[in-house]
């Protein structure tokens, strides 16, 4: 199994549609970034969880789950650095990989010590859009994709049948 440990903010500061929609209104980003994550996570079936550190949220640890995406806001004397480097080291097993999304350096060489891997902003960013266009075409596809009958049948039976169903005479 995949696991994603998404930097919240580092990320929203790093995608276009987000860093301008963070200087309006900041959790309206947050809300999107969750929305597209739950879109990526459908995809790609890994467990996404997406760190919020204190800055801007503060009070105690808080937890929650949208979609099937976890949201941790970090407690107020913790980063979201701290959290994801704790979370790396407690999730990298035999049987899980860790991911690690944030483009900061400080951040990524910690986690490489910790057997993670890392996806800069912008690699995440680019897999988002790769993976839009991918549900796009399959979406197209399956618009156009016709039925077809296990029993050959011409088209003046089926025809008549598809009436009958209809409740057509």
């Given at each position: ?16 549609e ?87 350096y400080?951040?990524q ?11 800069s902003?912008r690699?995440l ?42 409740g057509?005479?």
């Amino acid at each position: 199994m995949n696991v994603l440990l998404v930097d919240g903010y580092n990320i929203i500061g790093a995608w276009p549609e987000l860093k301008k929609l963070k200087d309006e209104d900041l959790k309206q980003a947050r809300d999107l970034l969750v929305e597209m994550m739950a879109e990526y996570q459908s995809y790609t079936d890994d467990r996404i969880i997406i760190v919020f550190d204190a800055y801007h949220v503060r009070g105690l640890e808080h937890k929650q789950k949208n979609y099937k995406i976890e949201i941790i806001y970090t407690k107020e004397n913790e980063t979201a650095d701290e959290r994801i480097e704790k979370l790396a080291g407690q999730l990298n097993d035999v049987r899980t990989q860790v991911y690690v999304a944030t483009s900061d350096y400080a951040e990524q060489r910690t986690i490489f010590a910790q057997g993670a891997f890392r996806k800069s902003a912008r690699e995440l960013y680019i897999e988002m859009k790769n993976i839009e266009q991918e549900i796009i075409k399959d979406v197209e596809y399956h618009k156009h994709l016709q039925y077809q009958s296990k029993i050959p049948i011409n088209k003046e039976i089926r025809d008549i049948f598809e009436r009958w169903r209809r409740g057509d005479k």
